[in-house]
């Protein structure tokens, strides 16, 4: 019954390597996103995919690589992993984002 | 300075008080309002969400948004150690548009 839900919740892994983190949606809803949500509780928005199209790309390193395979689905892939991109990562979608977004209960990255 | 600003706290309320969360931004773009609760280790709820100026009330929480002034406030009445969570505001310029998040205000209700 889970409206937005991720996998992993935990991941712990070594500089330096690949990882993935996905997310599925049982909402019907058109758009998608990752957010970042450093220590500081601060949420910003890394990607946006509107039925399956890259809609909002914003300054994230190219180590970062989302993928849409279809419209209830985003995953983000991250190359060689560096101790900054530990945080959680949340995953959402709506509608339209007037009414808001619905979020998943997100991915605690650590890199060691 | 950010587009979105809002004290992190935290606060502390006693039981039953009537809490005042706020919110100012810089980008008079801005049209639809939201508000967010985030317990810990899980993520945001939307709350609450208005469309350009004026007050919503849903059961204990109102939510008020004065877009002259790029001000926006939320309100708890008869808080509860439950309410006890970060609160986030959120705004978009338009809708289908990204959302931009405050930093989140830390509330804590004693008993």
């Known amino acids: 019954d889970t409206a937005v839900s991720q996998t992993p919740k935990y991941l712990v892994t070594q500089m330096g390597n690949d990882k993935s983190i996905k997310c599925e949606q049982n909402?019907?809803?058109?758009?998608m996103y990752w957010y970042k949500q450093d220590s500081k509780k601060f949420l910003k928005i890394m990607f946006s995919?509107?039925?399956?199209?890259?809609?909002i790309n914003e300054t994230v390193p190219n180590r970062f690589s989302p993928k849409s395979p279809d419209k209830a689905h985003l995953n983000l892939h991250i190359n060689s992993l560096e101790l900054g991109d530990s945080a959680v990562y949340f995953c959402?979608?709506?509608?339209?984002?007037?009414?808001?977004?619905?979020f998943g209960s997100g991915t605690r990255l650590t890199v060691v | 300075q950010k587009e979105v600003e809002q004290d992190p706290g935290p606060l502390s309320v006693p039981e039953g008080a009537i809490v005042s969360l706020n919110c100012t931004y810089s980008?008079?773009?801005?049209?639809?309002f939201m508000w967010y609760r985030q317990y810990s280790r899980k993520g945001p709820e939307l709350l609450m969400y208005?469309?350009?100026?004026g007050n919503k009330e849903d059961g204990r929480f109102t939510a008020q948004v004065d877009k002259s002034s790029k001000y926006i406030s939320l309100f708890i009445r008869d808080s509860q150690p439950s309410d006890s969570a970060t609160y986030l505001c959120?705004?978009?310029?338009?809708?289908?548009?990204?959302?931009?998040f405050g930093a989140g205000t830390i509330l804590r209700v004693k008993s």
């Open positions: 980008n008079s773009a801005f049209q639809y």
């Open positions: 909402l019907g809803h058109d758009t």
């Open positions: 995919y509107n039925n399956k199209e890259l809609i």
């Open positions: 959402a979608s709506s509608q339209n984002s007037g009414e808001g977004y619905t």
């Open positions: 959120a705004m978009s310029a338009t809708d289908g548009n990204k959302l931009v």
């Open positions: 208005t469309y350009s100026s």
